[in-house]
């Protein structure tokens, strides 16, 4: 959305509900409470190509601090219940390899320094998943994110890896990242994808069903996921059809599977 943050997607990850339907009623809920919360604050409730709501705020912090009373005002627990997951999407941040955040601070921030600023905010936050916190080709930077909190946050390379076996058996090589975003429609078929999410599978990398900016009402990634047994799956808020009908198929998965269905939320674990 074109508003002023510089990180592109804040997410809420309902780690501690017992059953998919339940984690999707607690995200609706922390949603509907944001929205008040954003309304009573007079910022704007419009959403991004995404469904996510996209109000001018000054910096990372304030954003992570709006959420974090969403999740209160929902009635859940920040941490145990609902944590959080970031979509850095550092390639537009990267220029002249330093990474500029504009509301952080006025100098760009070095990889090193970067990756500071991440430990401080894992500090002080329940983030557990950083999605492209590097450039796609800051291969260097990656290895020191890595190194600095591979043992305790999910790493997801998207425009890193871009659902390839290629680029993943490289960062596999080179211990960058620890987990992959799984897009269909940018490998380009459904046996690469499966490469993929099974060469993950086999190196420990954790897979991430992915929905894109542009989607249609189309559901299949939902089908995958449960398939191919992802770890998670990423499809936009629950706003709008396109990102719904997703949800939509995996509660109707769920009521399919009756009691041999398992939400492994509360298993989290990297």
Not at 153 to 163: A, I, R
């Amino acid at each position: 959305a074109s508003n002023n943050v510089d990180i592109q997607e804040f997410m809420i990850v309902p780690l501690g509900a017992k059953s998919f339907s339940q984690a999707i009623q607690w995200g609706a809920e922390v949603f509907a409470e944001l929205k008040l919360l954003l309304g009573r604050k007079g910022m704007s409730t419009a959403v991004g190509d995404e469904g996510g709501f996209a109000p001018d705020v000054d910096g990372v912090t304030r954003t992570l601090n709006l959420i974090m009373q969403a999740i209160r005002a929902a009635g859940r627990k920040p941490g145990s219940e609902i944590a959080l997951a970031l979509d850095c999407a550092a390639n537009e941040l990267y220029v002249g390899k330093r990474y500029k955040l504009a509301a952080e601070r006025s100098k760009p921030y070095t990889s090193d320094e970067l990756v500071d600023q991440f430990a401080a905010w894992r500090r002080k936050y329940p983030i557990i998943s950083i999605e492209d916190g590097m450039a796609e080709n800051d291969w260097a930077g990656w290895q020191r994110l890595t190194a600095k909190l591979g043992e305790t946050t999910q790493l997801v390379g998207d425009d890193l890896f871009v659902t390839s076996t290629r680029l993943l058996a490289r960062g596999i090589r080179r211990d960058v990242a620890n987990a992959i975003l799984i897009k269909p429609n940018q490998c380009g078929s459904i046996s690469e994808t499966e490469d993929a999410v099974f060469a993950a599978y086999r190196s420990g990398y954790a897979t991430v069903m992915s929905h894109r900016s542009g989607e249609t009402e189309d559901a299949t990634i939902a089908d995958l996921a449960v398939g191919w047994g992802c770890t998670q799956i990423k499809t936009g808020a629950p706003a709008r059809g396109e990102r719904t009908a997703k949800y939509n198929q995996l509660l109707r998965i769920e009521a399919q599977l009756g009691r041999s269905a398992r939400y492994c939320g509360c298993d989290w674990q990297i």
